[in-house]
């Protein structure tokens, strides 16, 4: 503080506000050091003047001060700059009625850290007096040794803080360059799984569309053939026989074995005394079938029946000397391979516990509508098929030989 704050001046009288030219001298110094920051009081003198001031800091600070006892340019600027800085600070000490009030309002922003705006409020208000001037004047002498004094302190703190800072600087600069360089190495990663996600989803793609192609051509294919279904169980037919062919060609090679033998034991029959006589093994079902029957190369036709026993049926029907034929009764075979097998059929025979009702029915109606013979067997085993041929046997003693004819 300059040497006139230690002078005291009369207090104003009136309502009005005093102007910054109204205050004593005493006044000038700390209103322009407490209310001013050096940076705004350089500009508004530079303002005043029409041009930048080369003065220091301090000579600007006591050129203003010595200007502020009259009224020109310079003072009417800081005087419109203090009025609008502080307008609602003024508008609030508007309100304290007497010098008691304005002391108190003074005391309360002191504590609050107020002081610019209400050191500034309080001196201009009509109501200080020399006494609560002469008080104001010396709280912010004592602030302004007690700001100092924190300020030093603050600048030591500010440096260590600022120390601390480089340092905390220096430490997340280098976590942000190790997070960058993850964050930069994932999303590569993320990239890469992406396109080999993008790759996989291609090709399965391309994979259910050719599944969906194909699919679409076995359709075709399938409806190009008419014969589509009636091939599959020909198929289906052609590996039974080939399955019966091998048993006969194993059935064959055992049968001449033991003709080998039986010309072997006549041989020696001949040079040796007589033995008693060689008998063949024959098929269990053949045993079981009477000398007497003999089909005479019909065409027996059986209808139905266990798949298992196809074999054994075929084998029955064959060892006396009859054609066999078969229907599975439209469980695989078409209904309509039915007629056709029907009407090239000698004798029928039909399994009446395996076959569906339609087949039942139809071939019921054509051997009526024929008079083709016919017998029904509810039994699906091979010795009810046996008894069944029996019984056509006793039946029909004599059966008229069929015309041959190449099939």
Known sequence: MCDQCSHTGP???????RRLWDLPSQCHCPVIGVCFLLPELRQLVSKALGAPVAADDYEIHVGTVAQCQ?????TELLQKDLETRYTRTIQTFKAARSTEALAERWSQ???HGEV???????????RCDAALQEQVLRDMHMLQHQAGAAERVDTVRF????????????????VQERCTRVITEKCAEIEQQGAELMRLRAHGIS???????????????KASLPDYENTTRLLKKLEQLSARQSELE???AHLRQQLHEAHSALKQRDTEPASPALTLPLPAVVAELPVTVHLRQKNVLCVGGRLGNVTNYREVIEQAGGRFAHHDGGVEDRHSALESSLAAADLVICQTGCISHNAYWRVKDFCKRTGKQCVFVENASTSSLVRSV??????????????????
Do not use: D
């Not at 610019?116 to 009509?126: C, I, K």
């Not at 601390?164 to 600069?173: C, I």
């Open 207 to 221: 994979q259910e569309t050719r599944i969906a192609c194909l699919l679409q051509e076995i359709e075709a294919l």
């Open 109 to 111: 922003a002191t504590k």
């Open 11 to 17: 207090a104003s009288a009136g309502s009005r506000r």
């Open 390 to 407: 029996q019984q056509i046997a006793e039946n029909e003693q004599a059966w008229p030989a069929p015309a041959t004819s190449e099939r």
């Open 70 to 74: 009259h009224r020109h340019r310079l």
């Open 159 to 174: 440096q260590e803080l600022m120390r601390e800072h480089g340092v905390l600087a220096r430490e997340l600069g280098k």
């Open 116 to 126: 610019p705006a209400a050191f500034w409020a309080t001196l201009t208000h009509p």
């Open 250 to 252: 194993t059935y064959n």
